[in-house]
């Protein structure tokens, strides 16, 4: 599944411009990993490939909700859709997963981000930051939460009494 040649992470535009970006020597997406891979291998292979399909998935998730959809995604965006993608493919293992492939936290993914925008194959607009992944969700609270058992309610005392001890003759 191909990316488009530039997809725009970082703040919205509203003025309805499209982003500048800087257009550099084009590499197919597997030489660009095998490039960074070579001089970064904090992150495993996968977790390029699962990063671009994430996106991938956000910006059509964004183009059904938006009729006029720029191509644009900000770093948060993205993240809420790497969130819903992982569940979505691997349910209760994504921390296992991305563990794995050694991605700790939300801003790893800022840093692929930016890998991928610096080998030329993802774009971004002169107002883009990797700070722009910083805040974003918890590991906790994004992939392990929603797989814990729900707490039972605590027990009110709706008429229902403690057995009294009995007396003994």
């Not at 891979?37 to 998935?57: E, I, V």
């Amino acid at each position: 599944m191909g990316s488009p040649p530039f997809v725009w992470v970082g703040p919205p535009h509203t003025d309805g411009a499209r982003p500048s970006t800087t257009t550099m020597q084009k590499l197919d997406f597997p030489e660009a990993v095998d490039l960074i891979l070579a001089k970064d291998a904090r992150f495993d292979r996968d977790a390029y490939f699962f990063l671009r399909d994430a996106l991938d998935h956000t910006v059509k998730l964004r183009k059904k909700r938006e009729a006029e959809g720029s191509g644009h995604v900000t770093g948060q965006q993205l993240l809420e859709g790497i969130r819903q993608y992982a569940l979505k493919q691997y349910g209760p293992m994504v921390v296992t997963v991305f563990s794995y492939w050694g991605v700790k936290q939300g801003f790893d993914f800022g840093e692929m981000v930016y890998s991928l925008i610096g080998s030329g194959v993802f774009g971004k607009t002169d107002t883009d930051s990797l700070e722009d992944f910083r805040g974003g969700y918890t590991f906790q609270d994004a992939f392990v939460l929603p797989f814990q058992p729900a707490k039972p309610p605590l027990a009110k005392d709706e008429g229902v009494s403690s057995p009294q001890p009995t007396e003994s003759v």
